[in-house]
DNA sequence: CGGACGGTTGATTTGTTTCAACGTGGGTGG
DNA sequence: CCACCCACGTTGAAACAAATCAACCGTCCG
C-alpha cells in the first residue's frame, strides 16, 4: 500500500528512524537528533514478511507495538463462535497493538495484507523512553487520540446507514489516511479484499462489489479490482450526508 | 432506575459518599475511612432533577466528571445532519463525561431518561486525588476499561447481526449491569423509549417494539411497556450467538 | 497446466424500514 | 380533580434494500 522499503538490500543497521522516509509521519514526529537517536537504540526493525503472516495473536501476552514501514494489515477478532469480523485496517505509521490499552494481553489478532515491512517497539522500553523524553508520550497519545475518534466514527457508520453510505465513508476514510501519509489523496490501492470490507462495514462482499461498480457506473470512482481513483469527491460526502443523493445514479 | 434517594429529605451534607448506598458500587469502593473522606471533601453532591436535564453538552469545555445516585440518563451525539444518535446509557456508579478521554471538550450530550441525582467531581480536583489516593486512580482506569469494552461489544452488536441478535443482546447488557448493582438482574425498566432504544441499537423503532413482542410470545422474558421480566435466560444468550435460534419463535 | 480463491453479476428471498392508523398513559392547564 | 392533549407505543400493510443462492470468470500460485 505504501512502499518506504523500495531497497530490499538495506542492512538491518540501515533501518533507522533516520533513514525512514515516514519519520515525520511516525513516532519520532519532527523531533532532534537526540530524540532519534533514543528511539532508534530500542525500536527493532525487522525484514519484509509475506501476505497473511501474523504480527501477533488475539489473546498473548501485550509485549510490544508494531508499526509498519511499508504494506497494510488488518485488525480481527475472532469471536465466541468462531466466526472472524475486521476491526480495522493499519498502515504504515499507525500504533498497531494499542487496541490492548493497558491490558495484559493483545485484544486482536493483526495481519498483513500484502508483502510488508514493520517495526517493534517493546512496552517496557517504551514507557523507559517516555521518562526520558516526554514530547513522545505526547505524539503517541495523540495518535490514540485519532485511533479512538476512527473507532467511534466506525460504530457510527453502521447505525441507520445504506450500502452506499457505509462504502463511501470508507473509500474516504482512506483517501483521508492516504493525504495524513502524504500521499496522493485520490488514488487507491485496496489491498484487502471484498469479503475483509464487508466484514468492516457490516455488508455482504457481493454488496461491497456492487456498490463499487455503482459508484463507478455513475463517474464518481474508477474502479479497476483494487485499484480505485477518487473522480468525484463531492459526491462521495453528498452520499455519506444524504442517502437520498446515491439515489440520483440509478 | 435504581433509586438510593428515597428519602428526598437529606440535607446537602448527608449527601456523602459514607452515607451512599452505592459506595461500593462507585469510585470509592471498598477502600478505608480516609479514601472515603478525601473523596467527599471535593465531589459535590446535587439535589435530583426532572428528565429531560442535560448534564453538559456536546462540545462545551470538559470541567468534571457525573456519577448518578439514582435515576438514568443517555449520551448522545447530534451529527452535522442534525440527527441525533444514542451513544450509550448510564447509570449510577458510571463515570460519565469520560467519552472526551484526555480532550478539552466533551465529546458527547448526556441527558437525564428520568428524574435523576448525581454528584459532580472537578477534573482538577480528580487528577489531585490521584496522586494523594493512587487505588483510586486504579478504580477509575478500571472503570473506563469496563465502558471501553462495553463501546467495543455496541459496534460488533452492529455488525452482520439481526434485529432479534441485537435487542437480545440489548436486554442482557442491562441486565449485566443491574447483577454489578447488586440488583435483581431479571427485574429490567426500560427508562428510555423506544426510540432511544432504536437510536442505539441502529432499528427503528417499530422493529424495537415488535421484536419485544415476538420474545414475549415466545415466553422469553414479560414485556409490560418499560417493565421487561427476564424469564427464560438461555434462549437470549441462544439468540446472540445464532439468528437461527430466533427463527424457532416464529 | 490446473485448481482454488477472489471477484463479479444475476435471480430470488427475506428482514427491516417506511407509511399509516390507532391506542394509551402521563402530564398540564383549566 | 378531571379532561384534554401530546408524545410514546403498538400494530398492520406495503415497499425496499441487502443477504443469500447460484453461476461464471479471471488470476495468481503451486
Redesign the interface.
Known amino acids: 500500500m505504501v512502499n518506504s522499503e523500495s531497497n530490499r538490500h538495506m542492512s538491518q543497521s540501515e533501518r533507522t528512524c533516520a533513514m525512514c522516509q515516514l519519520r515525520g509521519f511516525c513516532l519520532p514526529g519532527h523531533m532532534g537528533e537526540d530524540v532519534l537517536g533514543a528511539i532508534s537504540t530500542i525500536i527493532k526493525a525487522r525484514p519484509p514478511v509475506p501476505r497473511g503472516t501474523y504480527l501477533f495473536n488475539q489473546g498473548a501476552p501485550m509485549t510490544a507495538y508494531y508499526f509498519l514501514r511499508s504494506g497494510s494489515t488488518k485488525a480481527i477478532?475472532v469471536?465466541?463462535?468462531g466466526r472472524e469480523?475486521v476491526m480495522s485496517f493499519l498502515l504504515p505509521t499507525d500504533i498497531i497493538g494499542a487496541g490492548a490499552?493497558?491490558?495484559p494481553v493483545y485484544?486482536d489478532s493483526v495481519v498483513t495484507l500484502e508483502r510488508s515491512a514493520y517495526c517493534v517497539l517493546g512496552i517496557k522500553d517504551l514507557t523507559a523512553l517516555f521518562r526520558d523524553k516526554p514530547a513522545i508520550q505526547d505524539t503517541f497519545?495523540s495518535k490514540i487520540?485519532s485511533r479512538?475518534h476512527l473507532?467511534?466514527h466506525?460504530?457510527?457508520r453502521?447505525?441507520?446507514t445504506t450500502a452506499e453510505q457505509r462504502v463511501a465513508d470508507f473509500i474516504l476514510e482512506l483517501s483521508d489516511r492516504m493525504h495524513q501519509l502524504g500521499r496522493d489523496p485520490d488514488a487507491l490501492y485496496l489491498s484487502m479484499s471484498r469479503y475483509d470490507i464487508g466484514?468492516y462495514l457490516?455488508l455482504a462482499p457481493e454488496t461491497v462489489s456492487r456498490t463499487l461498480r455503482r459508484f463507478g457506473d455513475a463517474g464518481i470512482v474508477s474502479v479497476h479490482v483494487k485499484q480505485v481513483q477518487i473522480i468525484d469527491r463531492k459526491s462521495l460526502t453528498e452520499i455519506i450526508?444524504?442517502p437520498a443523493a446515491a439515489r440520483k445514479l440509478a
Open positions: 477478532v469471536d465466541d463462535d469480523s490499552m493497558q491490558r485484544y497519545e487520540t479512538i473507532e467511534r466506525a460504530r457510527t453502521l447505525n441507520h466484514s457490516g450526508h444524504s
